[in-house]
Antibody, heavy 118, light 112 residues
């Protein structure tokens, strides 16, 4: 079955960096786009970024453009989110989600919490 | 950005009774490829989201048939025919027709 396991969250000071990872299994990873979605404490869902199945295309929400970079390693079935210049409003649980040709997020990980605080 | 407005914010429902959630989009969600990429997700307390419905009305694998989706253009609806205790949670609509992908604000379904 599909499994997505995020890691790399933690407490970080404003302006610093953090790299999240998502290890995938149970499906042909190299055939699917992958998303990062975040959820601030007590708030709704917010899409962050997506990378195409082969890594050739990436899209970001405006508030993270130039600060966050999504990447993937199809040899290791892993997708990453490099987060630089972190701000307080980046505090959230970050989920990775499997994309699909139906353009829906079909499977989600349990999430990893990122807290940006001095 | 496309704004998805969900109503109601909260829906107290008696077990076994129906529930309905509306999602209104600020722009048409019809894609140039002929599809409408509107999906519905459920988030139970303390859990990650789970896909229920994709492309307006298609139930995802393993989703009970008491869940159904309908709509077109800018108006969409999720219906639960008979609410069960396990349906408690927050429901989100999501559009993937236009970048950036956006979610509705969520509707909380709770038992009366």
């Amino acid at each position: 079955q599909v499994q997505l396991v995020e890691s790399g969250g933690g407490v970080v000071q404003p302006g610093r960096s953090l790299r999240l990872s998502c290890a995938a299994s149970g499906f042909t990873f190299s055939s699917y786009g992958m998303h990062w979605v975040r959820q601030a404490p007590g708030k709704g869902l917010e899409w962050v970024a997506v990378i195409s199945y082969d890594g050739s295309n990436e899209y970001y929400r405006d508030s993270v453009k130039g600060r966050f970079t999504i990447s993937r390693d199809n040899s290791k079935n892993t997708v990453h989110l490099q987060m630089n210049s972190l701000r307080g409003d980046d505090t959230a649980v970050y989920y990775c989600a499997k994309g699909a040709t139906i353009l829906a997020m079909t499977n989600w990980g349990q999430g990893t919490l990122v807290t940006v605080s001095s | 950005d496309i704004v998805l407005t969900q109503t109601p914010l909260s829906s107290p429902v008696t077990l076994g009774q129906p529930a309905s959630i509306s999602c209104r989009s600020s722009q048409s969600l019809g894609h140039s490829d002929g599809n409408t990429y509107l999906s519905w997700l459920q988030q139970r307390p303390g859990q990650p989201p789970r896909l229920l419905i994709y492309k307006i009305s298609n139930r995802f694998s393993g989703v009970p048939d008491r869940f159904s989706g309908s709509g077109a253009g800018t108006e969409f609806t999720l219906k639960i025919s008979r609410v069960e205790a396990e349906d408690v949670g927050i429901y989100y609509c999501m559009q993937a027709t236009h970048f950036p992908l956006t979610f509705g604000g969520g509707t909380k379904v709770e038992i009366k």
